[in-house]
């Protein structure tokens, strides 16, 4: 079996790449909740949201920088450009499994800034 932190990773991939369907149906418990505040809190509207982001951004950017595993959290820091040209976001993922499956979901994003005054960035 895959470590979750590795399923979580799989799971974003997946995502990323239009594939939300098989993400969900991978991974993703019956008791799924997440806390996304622009969409209703269950797991069939978050995987449409996810696939229309991806019809209207098919050649999304979506590198991860590093992944976190702590018992049953895992968390997954990324770089993503809706577009290739576009501003990149920092964005944080936190996973909630039960055993391999995952039950709750957190994700948050910040805009990159051109000019920052923190010499050491995001990533």
């Not at 991974?27 to 969409?39: D, G, L, Q, R, W």
């Not at 993922?93 to 051109?114: A, M």
Request: proline share 2%; charged share 30%; glycine share 4%.
């Amino acid at each position: 079996m895959s470590s979750k932190k590795e399923m979580a990773k799989h799971f974003l991939t997946l995502c990323a790449r239009g594939d939300s369907r098989e993400a969900f149906k991978l991974y993703v418990a019956t008791e799924f909740k997440h806390h996304n505040a622009y969409f209703a809190g269950d797991a069939k509207t978050l995987m449409i949201a996810m696939e229309d982001a991806h019809k209207a951004n098919p050649n999304k950017v979506f590198e991860i920088q590093r992944a976190l595993e702590d018992g049953d959290l895992v968390a997954v820091h990324s770089r993503v450009k809706q577009v290739r040209n576009d501003a990149d976001f920092a964005v944080m993922h936190i996973f909630k499994f039960n055993t391999d499956e995952i039950v709750e979901f957190w994700d948050f994003g910040q805009l990159v800034p051109e000019d920052m005054p923190n010499e050491n960035g995001m990533f």
